[in-house]
């Protein structure tokens, strides 16, 4: 089984998630996980004027602390993902004694 990035505005590339935060008019796609970020774009949706002063500082905090990254594209395989299930897999077989 293949795991693809299901998100249209761009996916972490460890793991295809996807939070979209709004710093102002300029919108992120962020993963916390991985501690990675990827610009979308500017004045997309409108939430962003609902937000208070606070909760702009604490996107802007959020923001600075991960790493700008190349997204990956809606539909696109996720690298980590077959590794992370062979893995998975594997660990369940060792704890079962080979009966999986
Ligand atoms: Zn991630």
Redesign the pocket.
């Known amino acids: 089984m293949t795991l693809v990035c299901e998100e249209d505005l761009g ?7 996807s939070i979209v935060l709004s710093d102002g008019p300029q919108h992120w796609g962020h ?4 501690k ?1 970020k990827w610009y979308i774009g500017r004045n997309l949706f409108s939430v962003w004027g609902d937000l208070s002063e606070e909760q702009h500082q604490d996107v802007r905090e959020l923001l600075s602390a991960c790493q700008e990254v190349e997204p990956l594209s809606l539909n696109e395989p996720i690298p980590g993902a077959a590794e992370a299930a062979a893995l998975a897999a594997d660990v369940l077989r060792k704890a079962t004694g080979g009966a999986v």
């Open positions: 996916g972490c590339p460890k793991c295809g998630g993963c916390w996980d991985h990675t």
